[in-house]
């Protein structure tokens, strides 16, 4: 079966462009996160989704971030405008509904100039 | 805010020693993970505890959930360089957000052949 699939799995932007960060949950799962990852301040909980609906966003540190899932099969992660500090690892994760037991896609590292 | 602090944060031991890594919070969990993750790659799920006290055995690995439900330990036998990552303890909640998990910062492992 394939896992969770992340793209593009490498991004490299410039300041002020806009990128836009794509997941497809494993199918029949029906809870989609998504996660940043730095050195720093380590993996963070950016928003997740429950049968497409977002329920928790308050770890999306700025307007600049915005994520949607039209569908139980897709889902996007869009910073706009994209700052250096953004520069991270950015994981998309999915579960069925009983907490834990994510499966974590292979990530997208992304950097800012 | 749930916060999990794992200890130590990186630890370098040779081949066929053991060692074990800590997860501590204030907070009550009703489950607890951990994950490994390698390189490159996203967290890998290793197991779930659910009841205080329990223990459970993966290989070399054995997994420890406190009576309390607040903290977990994580104890390798015999390491093995295969065995080199970060290992992430992730806690569930079972109130509010209940399908979301609380990452403790990690540790590093390098075990050295």
């Known amino acids: 079966d394939a896992g969770v699939i992340q793209s593009p799995r490498h991004e490299v932007t410039e300041m002020g462009q806009e990128v836009t960060l794509r997941c497809k949950p494993i199918?029949?799962?029906?809870?989609l996160f998504w996660y940043r990852q730095t050195m720093m301040r380590g993996l963070e909980l950016l928003i997740y989704f429950n049968n497409n609906v977002p329920i928790d966003d308050s770890g999306m540190p700025e307007d600049r971030f915005s994520a949607k899932m039209p569908n139980a099969s897709f889902s996007t992660l869009k910073i706009q405008p994209s700052e250096p500090r953004d520069s991270a690892v950015y994981f998309c994760a999915s579960s069925h509904s009983n907490p834990g037991f994510q499966f974590f896609g292979p990530g997208t590292r992304l950097t800012v100039l | 805010t749930q916060l999990l602090e794992q200890s130590p944060q990186f630890l370098s031991i040779q081949e066929g020693e053991n060692l074990t890594v800590y997860c501590n919070s204030s907070?009550?969990?009703?489950?607890l993970q951990w994950y490994r993750q390698e390189p490159g790659e996203g967290p890998v799920l290793l197991v779930t505890?659910?009841?205080?006290?329990e223990v459970k055995k993966l290989k070399r690995l054995t997994f420890q959930f406190g009576d309390a439900r607040k903290d977990s330990s994580l104890h390798i036998t015999a390491a093995q360089p295969g065995d080199t990552g970060l290992y992430l303890c992730?806690?569930?909640?079972?109130?509010?957000?209940?399908?979301?998990?609380?990452f403790g910062s990690g540790t590093q492992l390098t075990v050295l052949p």
């Open positions: 992730a806690g569930a909640s079972s109130s509010g957000s209940a399908r979301q998990l609380t």
């Open positions: 505890v659910v009841t205080g006290g």
């Open positions: 907070s009550v969990f009703s489950s």
């Open positions: 199918s029949g799962h029906n809870s």
